[in-house]
Structure formats: structure tokens, C-alpha cells
């Protein structure tokens, strides 16, 4: 992983995905490495296995262009060092890499900038964009644009990152207004606590915007009717990525499970018992699922349709897992593996839980886009479905490529009756400055077709700085529109949203007016 992008970006969904071939933290990168002049014997593929295999999937050769591999293994070959394990011989180092240089594409194959697994066809929709700014002292980075449960009508929250803003927007009004002060926060959710219980918002802290392992991050709460009143809930964790409450013990009041991305040695999954008798300030008991570092997201729902909750959480990492978490009447929790994707540098970024075929069953949309180990856009990155079958088994079914992608959202787009697809991207510096790279799209709209088909529409090109999205009604004209989130890398732009206004209803625009923004 190249170490200067490793400090850049660690989000909340995706953002925060570092570290993948070892077992603990990353140590200092050595100033030199020794290789000799004489042919290195390229390591048995068994005995490869064997090694990199021990702590995770073994990495496909394919996953990285032959110029990467070097800093890789020696990356591995560090981690092992630091976990003190005793019971792997490793094979040496030069045969390692030279295993896997021997293996890997000197550049990855492009056939479609875009990546698209659909044919392309012109926008029934139209969109325009308006750009929606707040008075800001440094460029904001929208980890995530929330619409919580039982908040007041019409707000969305903004949570800024770096620069420690809560912003609440009322759609279709500007500017966003600064609602809350928070170290580095990721997410907002709501939740009914203390002796009313009152309703109020609870938000993540990552505690620190670069990546690191420490004890600084947590969970904040305010009321809605006190929003000065501001205080913390939960203290000494690593960084928070996200935050789902739910009532888990059907016991009449809201659990909190608490996602910790962490970085090497921190992070995991936790439920948060509310075990406060009725009419006092909550008591909340940890229980720890997953000590793993990575944890992205989590949601609580009924996956397998059997009237009881389950908990789905995303792991990056070297993990690249979706696993589901069912509570045993006896107490405790059992882990499933849902799915794991066929390389640990993979890219996790974001799920969402959407019946999107509509067949009565749940479903999961997964997307692969985090950019920020090594240098080059990575081929396999995109939207995939999980589709649930009849028997309960998952089905993966690649929806279509695209680099970088952040956040894709299931909505009816073009109100014929099924759900389509708005999706983002977030890529690093090092790539959107590259002269030599492809036209990117930053801003697409997937249109369901026959057979389940998705066909990309592309509404913004080369912009590659949106961490999350959302799709609302924003003007209230009875179809739905596309907020997009700025993650600036520098600066002090004032931008934090992009809408991108539905004309469905309308006539203020034409496909032809957005087909192609690149140009």
C-alpha cells in the first residue's frame, strides 16, 4: 500500500479502508531494500499460500500491476514480523515478490472507462445541477449525508470529517445551517433517550481524520429541542465509522450498535444494551461481536425473513467480509459469512439492504471502490447485487464497473415502478491529476431495464470527489433528485453538496444538456 495514501483517507464508508497484507500494524517503511543481482527463483505457489493465506485470502497476482507487488509484500512481511507469530515459515522475501511480479499485468486492461457491464443508450431523464454552498474556514469532506429516523421533516445532516461540522439542510433550502461541533464526525443517527425518553441525535466521532490507532474516538448526543447542549455518550474507542439503533431485546427501547473501523490494532463491533430503568438517563452495556479492525457499517434488519432482527456489518480491511449477526436466546451472538469478496485489497466502501428485484426478499447492494492502496484505478472495482434466492442463499451478480465508486442508492429514478441507481465517486489526488488517465465518471445514474438490467447515464465526469450520496425529493415536485457530498482534498472551497434536480416533472431541461459534462 503506498504509505502516503494510507494517511490521506480513512472515512467512514468507506471510508477508512487500509492495511491489507498482514496480520497487525504497519511498521515505518525501510529506507532500502537489498536485492541481489542473481535470479531470484520465484516461490512455489503452495508455499505462497501457506504464508499469505494464514491471516486472510491469499492476494490474486492480478490485484496489482506488477509495479506495486515490491512495497506490498514487504508491507506483509512487516506485519509478520510485528505479530510475533511463531507457527509460519515464511518463504523468502525476493522469491515472494518475485511470485508474484512474475504473475501480475504490467497495467491493468481498460475496455470502457466507465467499466460498464450495460449498453449504452440515451437518458430518458434529464438532471440539472445546482451547486450548494456553507461559509466555510477549510474545504469540507462529506463522509456521509444522513436522513434519520424520527428527525424533523425534511433534514438531512452533513457530516464534515475534517473539519468537525454537523451542517443540517432543509431540502430545497440554502445554505446548510452549522448545527453541531464535533472533533471528526461520520455519521448521525437518531434515538429516543434519558427520562422522556427524548428524541435527539446521536453522532459518531471518528477522532482524528487521518488514520490511526487510538482511543480518541466515540459517540456524542444532543436533543432536538437543545442542540447546544452537545455531550458525550460513549468515550475511548477507536474511530467510529457508524452508528444504527434499533431495539434488539424487544424491550421497548433503542439499541445502539456501534461500528469501529479503527485502523490495525483497533476497531471491531459492538451492541450497546440501553439497560436504564424507564425515566432515567440510559445505561448503556457493551458487548463486543467482532474484534476485528475494519468495521465500515452495520445495519439492524430481518435478512432472512424470520421476524427477528439480525445484524449486518460490513468489514474492510484485509477482511473483505459481510457477515450476519444473530442473538442466541441462550445470549450471545453467532456470526455467519454472508459473502467475502475474492481478494483482501478488494476496496470495500459501502452497502445498502434493498429488496431490489422486489421479490418479497432482501437483498444487498455492495460497492467496491476504495482507491487509496497504490496508485492506479483498479479494473475490478464497481456495484455488486447480492441476491437473496428462495432458499436463502446469496448470489453475487456484478451490476456494473466503476472506479471509485463510494455509495450507490436504490430509488424508482424514472418512476416506472422499479428501483434504479445513483452512485458517486471518491478517488485520490494522485489519480484525478494524472493526464494519463481515462475520463472518469463521478456522478452516474443506473437505469433499470428488462431482465435486470442496469444502464449507466452518466449526469457529471471527472469530478471524482464524492464520498456518499442521497436521493430525496428536494423540490418538492413529486419525483426524486440526486444530493451528492464534496470531499475536497484541499483548499477552502465552499462547496458541500451538488444537487442534481429531476426534471421528470418538469420541462427547465433536456437529456441532451447533461449527457456528456466532460466534453
Known amino acids: 500500500m503506498n504509505t502516503a495514501a494510507k494517511r490521506i483517507w480513512a472515512s467512514a464508508g468507506c471510508l477508512l479502508w487500509l492495511g491489507l497484507l498482514g496480520c497487525q500494524s504497519e511498521a515505518p517503511p525501510s529506507s532500502s531494500t537489498a536485492v541481489s543481482s542473481a535470479p531470484v527463483v520465484p516461490a512455489e505457489e503452495q508455499a505462497v499460500r501457506q504464508f499469505c493465506g494464514a491471516c486472510h485470502l491469499t492476494p490474486r497476482p492480478d490485484s496489482f500491476v506488477k509495479r506495486e507487488w515490491r512495497p506490498e509484500v514487504e508491507q506483509g512481511y512487516r506485519f509478520h514480523l510485528e505479530s510475533g507469530r511463531l507457527d509460519l515459515l515464511p518463504p523468502p522475501q525476493e522469491a515472494v515478490i518475485a511470485y508474484f511480479e512474475g504473475l501480475a499485468p504490467e497495467r491493468f486492461a481498460w475496455n470502457d ?112 429541542d437543545r442542540p447546544e447542549d452537545l455531550q458525550p455518550l460513549i468515550s475511548g474507542l477507536g474511530r467510529v465509522s457508524h452508528l444504527s439503533v434499533g431495539d434488539l431485546d424487544a424491550d421497548g427501547d433503542d439499541d445502539l450498535i456501534v461500528s469501529v473501523f479503527g485502523w490495525h490494532k483497533t476497531g471491531g463491533l459492538f451492541v450497546y444494551w440501553n439497560e436504564a430503568p424507564q425515566g432515567t438517563w440510559p445505561h448503556l452495556r457493551p458487548e463486543l461481536l467482532d474484534s476485528r479492525p475494519g468495521a465500515l457499517r452495520a445495519e439492524i434488519c430481518d435478512l432472512d425473513g424470520d421476524g427477528t432482527p439480525e445484524i449486518v456489518c460490513a468489514f474492510a480491511q484485509e477482511h473483505e467480509t ?33 429488496d431490489l428485484d422486489r421479490d418479497g426478499r432482501s437483498d444487498v447492494l455492495m460497492c467496491y471502490g476504495d482507491s487509496f492502496d497504490g496508485g492506479d484505478l483498479r479494473p475490478y472495482h464497481g456495484i455488486t447485487w447480492l441476491r437473496q434466492e428462495p432458499e436463502g442463499r446469496f448470489e453475487d451478480r456484478r451490476l456494473a464497473g466503476m472506479p471509485g465508486v463510494h455509495r450507490a442508492v436504490p430509488a424508482d429514478l424514472d418512476l416506472d415502478g422499479d428501483l434504479d441507481l445513483a452512485a458517486v465517486a471518491l478517488l485520490p489526488e494522485s489519480i484525478l491529476q494524472d493526464p494519463a488517465r481515462p475520463r472518469l465518471a463521478s456522478v452516474v445514474w443506473f437505469e433499470q431495464t428488462e431482465g435486470a438490467r442496469f444502464v449507466p ?37 465552499a462547496a458541500v453538496l451538488t444537487l442534481f434536480r429531476n426534471s421528470l416533472r418538469s420541462s427547465t431541461a433536456s437529456p441532451q444538456e447533461i449527457a456528456d459534462p466532460g466534453k
Open 113 to 224: 472507462p466507465l467499466l460498464v457491464s450495460a449498453t449504452h443508450r440515451p437518458s430518458p431523464l434529464a438532471f440539472t445541477a445546482e451547486t450548494i454552498s456553507a461559509p466555510v474556514d477549510t474545504a469540507a469532506a462529506i463522509a456521509r449525508i444522513d436522513r434519520p429516523r424520527s428527525a424533523p421533516p425534511n433534514l438531512l445532516f452533513l457530516s464534515d470529517m475534517r473539519g468537525g461540522r454537523v451542517w443540517a439542510w432543509d431540502r430545497g433550502k440554502t445554505p446548510p445551517r452549522m448545527r453541531w461541533t464535533v472533533p471528526h464526525p461520520a455519521a448521525v443517527v437518531t434515538a429516543a433517550l434519558g427520562p422522556q425518553p427524548t428524541p435527539g441525535a446521536l453522532i459518531a466521532d471518528l477522532g482524528s481524520f487521518l488514520p490511526e490507532d487510538h482511543h480518541r474516538g466515540g459517540v456524542w448526543w444532543a436533543a432536538w
Open 322 to 354: 459481510l457477515d450476519v449477526y444473530r442473538r442466541q436466546h441462550s445470549g450471545g451472538f453467532t456470526r455467519t459469512l454472508l459473502y467475502r469478496a475474492p481478494d483482501p485489497s478488494w476496496g470495500s466502501s459501502d452497502f445498502v439492504i434493498v
Open 457 to 493: 447515464h452518466v449526469l457529471e465526469w471527472n469530478t471524482c470527489q464524492h464520498a456518499t450520496c442521497e436521493v430525496l425529493d428536494a423540490d418538492g415536485d413529486g419525483d426524486e433528485d440526486i444530493l451528492a457530498g464534496h470531499y475536497h482534498w484541499s483548499g477552502d472551497a
